[in-house]
């Protein structure tokens, strides 16, 4: 690179230094192979990486479970948009780990690897370039990225479990290393004769910056150039050679011990790859569970496979038919089932349905499920699947006998260790020999299977002593794959692709004949369906009704189960409205709550100031309070103020208590109709007429001649009124405990006064002070007022 920049410079006569330093060039590569093979071989010697990490799958129940554990932690990383809400707490964006480019992340499935930027690890050391130094640099730095953002206070809060991964990387020594070679290679752009422009071409370079040395150097030998071009070039060309082969001595030297110092840490860096390739496959797989609506199963250890609404992940989601996954129910000694059906109508697909959710509970890969119930996959230690045809010409055997020896096999290594929880999967059982036989011998090979207690089976087939298994066996159950009751166009005879429970099926092989491609004759279909006709016996009519009567069964059950699940989902919704306002009113009474307590600040600042009044928290005030010796003098005089909940009515006697002219003065309560305007009275206010200046009259011609009289009204509030204190006439009643509410009190308070109106007449006859009762007419003094000055007029 540096030779075809110079050459670029215009100076044919550079070209013979440059050959000289293209020689010389090629003396020091020598000569620092010949150092690293005096180096450490320790250093230098050949280097064996880890093995490439894979998925880690899960030997036992408590990893399977931990894995899932993970994934839940990487989920909730991933769904974070904005704040949300975990349990009671508030969580912020959590940031996604720093292992991916700035075009990618964890959700994309269409970035390729150009180049493997690892791939120097295995070169021996001595061939290592200033680029492979340059990519050490980046991965130590990613790698320190890594751990930071694991040991932030965050991850270490809310992600502990991948915290707890990231913290393993070896930031220490990682660290050192990286301030010895961070920023020792630049990458500037070069031109040569294929890019003149350098756009496309670049020179990997040691920085001037953190080596002055090569930096003065460098500026001598620009120089020395620029002196060849003059009249002394011929004998400036000599002092350039050497000045160039020290600059090759020097940036030889350097890169050496830069990587040097990799190579003292590439097991360091090698671990710290494949624990970021880990943290790589569980955001991977957390990200495949939210763009497939996966749900973390539970999972357990008695061999349960409950998942509802199945979707195979390798269907397209807009024509999959998602099925029930159930395997050995709990209201259910089962230990098998035995999937029938129609011909293409998708047992085989069901088959592996139930192996793909096992070994995504093996891998903790979240299973693409409706979210209506949580899944549950229990952990099998070990899956064996037998699909297909294993025929094997070279041996000799035929469909049949690969088959068997298979089934001999398998029956074998269980026999060795029964305890092992297993989940088996067979296609086509019972079928390659003749159906008595064949169904003979498979029945045999299940019971055998099914001795092992941890052990569970799947299997098709179209054999009927198969099928039947379910009603003579409880340790069998049944589902079958049928065909379309209807169709938007008429027709029948298309599979549904459902996975129903509890039924039965026939294999349907006319209808799948006639949907072959190309298609029979009708003729050989005519001919076939009579040769059908004519074969039926007794076992399979037996068959057909029994299947006929669970049909109507299972339809009967299907209706109510989506009868039961409507109104769950109803429940489900009043529940969840049910909660929305609880906590609504939670917020409401919080936001009270908060008000309440900054009235109470208040009031605790200066507390012998002030006093709170007003029935509800909107009316709460704050009023000056009276002096204690004025409430003491009003309690002498048999007076006490007028409380809130005070009934007031009309012509009752009070005290006027407020500063002016008025106080101490005595008057009557006034409750104006509801004719008399009242526009400036509001809520507290009382209208009192003075006892002393009762009646003002005025007398105001009207347009009807009559003369109009308006009392002399006066505007207080309570707390500046003060009331008779009939407490003593309480003397002699039990006391109540003490009241917890407005209405309580209210409540109270009218039975005592309602008691008091009734020991009044008692009281007053008895202690000869009160005058009898009166029978005048007139219900209060003002009507009596009113009528003497009506009186008058007439006369």
């Known amino acids: 690179g540096r030779s075809a920049i110079l050459k670029v410079s215009g100076d044919d006569d550079v070209e013979p230094m440059m050959d000289q330093a293209a020689s010389q060039k090629s003396e020091q590569h020598a000569s620092s192979r010949q150092r690293w093979a005096r180096a450490d071989t320790s250093q230098t010697g050949s280097f064996s990486r880890n093995s490439a990490y894979q998925c880690k799958v899960a030997v036992n129940l408590d990893e399977a479970r931990h894995q899932y554990d993970l994934i839940e932690q990487a989920t909730l990383i991933l769904e974070q948009q904005q704040e949300t809400i975990v ?57 320190l990225n890594v751990y930071g953002w694991a040991a932030s206070p965050e991850m270490q809060t809310w992600t502990p479990l991948l915290a707890e991964i990231g913290m393993r990387i070896n930031a220490t020594a990682l660290q050192a290393l990286n301030e010895e070679i961070q920023g020792a290679i630049e990458v500037k752009r070069a031109q040569t004769i294929y890019d003149p422009s350098g756009r496309s071409s670049f020179v990997f370079l040691l920085s001037s910056t953190r080596f002055p040395v090569l930096e003065i150097l460098r500026n001598k030998e620009q120089d020395l150039v620029d002196q060849c071009k003059g009249r002394e070039g011929s004998r400036r060309e000599k002092e350039l050679a050497n000045l160039r082969g020290e600059i090759m001595e020097r940036e030889s030297a350097i890169q050496v011990g830069l990587a040097s110092s990799v190579a003292k840490l590439r097991r360091v860096i090698d671990d710290g790859l494949r624990i970021v390739t880990e943290l790589d496959t569980i955001m991977a797989r957390a990200a495949y569970g939210i763009s497939c609506s996966g749900l973390i199963p539970a999972v357990q250890t008695q061999g349960v496979i409950d998942v509802k609404a199945f979707r195979h992940p390798l269907l397209p989601k807009e024509s999959v038919v998602a099925i029930d996954l159930c395997l050995s129910p709990k209201s259910r000694p089962e230990k098998a089932l035995i999937i029938s059906g129609v011909n293409g109508g998708g047992k085989t697909a069901a088959l592996k349905s139930f192996g793909i959710v096992a070994l995504f509970a093996k891998l903790g890969i979240p299973i693409p499920a409706s979210a209506r119930s949580k899944p549950r996959v229990d952990f099998y230690r070990s899956i064996h699947a037998l699909i297909g045809d294993q025929q094997n010409l070279f041996e000799g055997q035929s469909t049949f006998m690969a088959s068997m020896s298979q089934f001999s096999e398998l029956v074998r290594n269980v026999e060795e260790d029964a305890t092992i929880s297993r989940l088996v999967l067979l296609d086509e059982l019972g079928s390659g020999t003749d159906q008595n036989a064949g169904g003979a011998i498979a029945q045999a090979i299940l019971e055998k299977l099914l001795e092992a207690p941890q052990l569970r089976v799947v299997a098709t087939t179209h054999n009927p002593r198969l099928k039947a298994l379910s009603f003579d066996d409880p340790a069998f159950g049944c589902a079958a794959v049928q065909l379309e009751s209807f169709s ?15 039924i039965i099926a026939d294999s349907f092989a006319l209808n799948a004949a006639s949907r072959c491609t190309p298609s029979f004759s009708q003729d050989v279909m005519t001919r076939a369906t009579e040769l059908v006709a004519d074969s039926a016996d007794q076992d399979l009519e037996y068959l057909q009704s029994l299947r006929s009567s669970l ?195 209210k409540r109270k308070l009218n039975r005592v006064l309602s008691t008091l109106g009734q020991q009044s007449p008692k009281s007053s006859s008895s202690n000869g002070s009160a005058p009898a009762a009166s029978t005048s007419k007139f219900k209060s003094s003002r009507e009596r007022k009113a009528s003497k000055k009506k009186g008058k007029k007439r006369s």
Request: aromatic share 8%; hydrophobic share 35%.
């Open 87 to 143: 349990g009671e707490h508030f969580v912020g964006k959590l940031p996604i780990p720093p292992l991916y480019a700035a075009d990618s992340g964890p959700f994309d499935t269409k970035y390729t690897v150009d180049t493997d930027d690892d791939e120097w690890l295995e070169m021996p050391v001595p061939e290592w370039s200033l680029e492979d130094i340059l990519r050490a640099d980046q991965i130590v730095q990613k790698l």
């Open 551 to 745: 049909e109507k069964q299972l339809k009967k059950a299907k209706e109510a189960r989506m009868e039961a699940e409507s109104v769950l989902s109803s429940a489900a919704e009043c529940q969840s409205a049910t909660r929305n306002v609880a906590i609504a009113h939670e917020r409401h009474f919080g936001l009270l709550e908060q008000r309440l307590q900054k009235c109470y600040d208040e009031m605790r600042d200066d507390s012998d100031a002030y006093m709170v009044i007003g029935n509800t928290l909107s009316e709460v005030g704050i009023a000056k309070k009276r002096l204690r010796s004025e409430a003491d003098f009003l309690g002498k005089k048999g007076l006490r103020l007028m409380p809130d909940d005070h009934t007031l009515s009309d012509g009752e006697t009070v005290t006027i208590i407020a500063e002016g002219e008025w106080h101490g003065e005595m008057a009557s309560v006034y409750i104006p109709p509801d004719s008399l305007p009242n526009s400036q009275v509001v809520q507290n206010d009382v209208l009192v007429i003075p006892s002393l200046l009762p009646w003002i009259e005025t007398y105001d011609v009207q347009d009807q001649g009559e003369i109009d009289t308006t009392p002399k009204l006066l505007i207080f509030k309570r707390y500046e009124l003060a009331i008779w204190d009939y407490e003593s006439a309480l003397d002699g009643y039990e006391r109540t405990e003490r009241v917890t509410s407005v209405s309580d009190s």
């Open 488 to 502: 938007s166009h008429g027709s029948t005879n298309r599979p549904s692709f459902d996975l129903q429970y509890g």
